[in-house]
């Protein structure tokens, strides 16, 4: 986040808001004597600019918060990007790990599931991603007519494909171990991913992903994507 800029649109909003005096020569009789200093217009943008930024603040720090466009909440806000990192620093709140970049997600994921996740409807972000993914390894494989299981067990089966047919290879049998583990792997994660969390999002009645659940979901979607992605198609016919 540029913060000198977000703090930046909070000053300027409270300064729109300011009251200033109408001279008298341009002031009605009887009409008010001050007038915000803002044009509507202007405070409207700038007020959808600072929204924006709360929108990021508040939904990392403080869940849960009912943050209004006031002036109280926007000194808040100020403080937030001024000194509210560096208080829960020094409180120790702040987890040491590191974050994931929804952003940098396999783009056959994150592409599907971005309009989703920015409305807040997490169980349908990580149901885009799935499709998507789903129908990328069809795609790839050139078999649209398998189900789930039955595409992640032919994609990355062990066995040559028989002729006409194609398999992914994410490596060579020069190591059998590594060759078997790395493709028995896959389909499992696979498997799992299909019939461990996107099966359940079509159940009335399941419990919703939290946001958290959600962005590790997409990230596990991810990796999948990226063994498909970067598989080798080989077709029954040709060498391994």
Not at 16 to 33: F, N, S, T
Not at 157 to 184: A, M, Q, W, Y
Request: hydrophobic letters at 40%.
């Amino acid at each position: 986040m540029d913060t000198e800029w977000a703090i930046e649109q909070c000053r300027e909003w409270l300064r729109l808001q300011e009251r200033v005096p109408i001279p008298e020569d341009k002031r009605e009789p009887g009409a008010p004597k001050t007038r915000t200093r803002g044009t509507e217009e202007a405070r409207n943008r700038v007020g959808n600019r600072v929204r924006l930024v709360a929108d990021a603040v508040w939904e990392k720090w403080n869940n849960g918060y009912r943050w209004r466009l006031e002036a109280g909440d926007v000194r808040s806000l100020i403080f937030e990007l001024e000194e509210g990192y560096a208080v829960r620093e020094r409180l120790g709140l702040l987890s040491p790990g590191p974050a994931i970049a929804a952003d940098a997600l396999h783009p056959w994921v994150w592409d599907a599931a971005r309009p989703h996740w920015e409305s807040n409807n997490h169980d349908a972000s990580v149901w885009a991603a799935a499709i998507n993914v789903n129908s990328q390894l069809k795609a790839k494989i050139e078999r649209p007519d398998l189900g789930e299981t039955k595409l992640v067990q032919e994609a990355f089966g062990t066995s040559f494909p028989e002729p006409g047919k194609v398999r992914l290879r994410l490596c060579d049998e020069s190591n059998p171990d590594l060759f078997k583990d790395r493709h028995i792997g896959a389909i499992m994660l696979g498997q799992g991913l299909f019939s461990g969390v996107r099966n359940p999002l079509n159940h009335v009645g399941a419990d919703g992903l939290t946001e958290q659940e959600a962005l590790e979901t997409l990230a596990t979607w991810s990796l999948f994507a990226r063994w498909v992605a970067q598989a080798e198609a080989v077709r029954g016919g040709e060498a391994s």
